[in-house]
């Protein structure tokens, strides 16, 4: 059965972009006699807060939304992921990685994008060593160990029914390469971002992940994941994301343009509609 979700972090209020975001999924849902998922994703516990979820509830159904209950929260379920790197360690396909950020970006000026990261375990007793110094680490999938599970990544694909930022649409071939081997999880930030929504879509059957264009990368790395893993794969629909007046889109700075602001200020959820073209 059609199942997509709106998966919002509480970090800030909901403004025009997260609307256009949910409404889509929400009315493809409607459409397609399907079912609707609300997902929060709380796991970057030093940017969730509690009022901010409180307020995407209820911005969200003043939209005119409605959503499966319970609503799934993924801070409850840390340990479900945590078991899934501890899974993919047994196979080899993690490693300890101590490198700090200041490490990392040696020799990087400030305006260029990080390198993404290949690296590889420590020798037993070097890594012990550190271990015992009390050093903080991350758990990093290794690419290498990756693509011998996975005998190469040639065949790994997924379905674009929407479109990339480039237009890229259809059968889209897998370049995990180009993120390098992504943290899994580390001190600060329990668990990465990508593991838990794909274990989430997993689990919550979500058959079309309808989501902003500016996510389109992270299906690379979430369809590789899916593989080692052993999860089904959803059809993707990466849409266009709204830009103000501006020609700027629609970010959590943009106090006048949250769901609240505009409420408090007249706006009905019809209008709202309109004016994005749903
Ligand atoms: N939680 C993510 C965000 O707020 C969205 C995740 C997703 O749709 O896959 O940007």
Same mark, same amino acid.
């Given at each position: ?52 979820? /409180? ?9 005119? !939304?409605e959503w499966e209950q319970p609503v799934r929260r993924q ?56 271990? /015992? ?23 790994? /694909? ?30 600060? *930030?329990?668990?990465?971002?990508? !593991?838990? *929504? ?25 369809? #590789?994941?899916?593989?080692l893993l052993g999860l089904p794969t959803p059809t993707y629909?990466?849409?266009?994301? !709204? ?28 209008? #709202? ?6």
């Amino acid at each position: 059965m059609f199942a997509t979700r709106f998966a919002p972090s509480p970090t800030g209020y909901l403004h025009r972009g997260h609307a256009f975001s949910a409404l889509t999924a929400f009315d493809a849902a409607r459409r397609a006699g399907g079912r609707f998922v609300l997902r929060i994703e709380d796991i970057d516990a030093t940017r969730s807060r509690p009022e901010y979820e /409180a307020a995407i509830l209820e911005d969200l159904a003043w939209l005119g !939304l409605e959503w499966e209950q319970p609503v799934r929260r993924q801070s409850q379920h840390l340990a479900d992921y945590h078991a899934a790197i501890d899974a993919l360690r047994e196979r080899g396909l993690v490693y300890r990685c101590f490198k700090t950020r200041k490490e990392l970006d040696i020799g990087r000026a400030p305006h260029e994008p990080a390198v993404p990261y290949r690296g590889a375990p420590l020798a037993a007793d070097e890594e012990a060593e550190r271990l /015992a110094r009390g050093e903080a680490f991350a758990w990093r999938l290794s690419l290498d160990a990756a693509k011998r599970a996975l005998g190469g990544f040639s065949g790994l /694909a997924f379905v674009e029914e929407g479109a990339g930022p480039n237009g890229e649409t259809g059968l889209i071939a897998v370049r995990p390469e180009t993120a390098g081997d992504i943290v899994l999880a580390r001190k600060d *930030v329990g668990v990465a971002y990508h !593991l838990a *929504v794909v274990l989430d879509d997993a689990l919550q059957g979500i058959t079309h992940v309808i989501r902003g264009e500016d996510l389109f990368e992270a299906a690379h790395i979430q369809r #590789l994941l899916q593989a080692l893993l052993g999860l089904p794969t959803p059809t993707y629909r990466h849409h266009g994301l !709204l830009v103000g007046p501006d020609g700027r889109r629609y970010a959590k700075r943009d106090k006048a343009q949250t769901l609240r602001e505009l409420r408090a200020a007249g706006m009905t959820p019809d209008v #709202l509609r309109a004016e994005m073209g749903l």
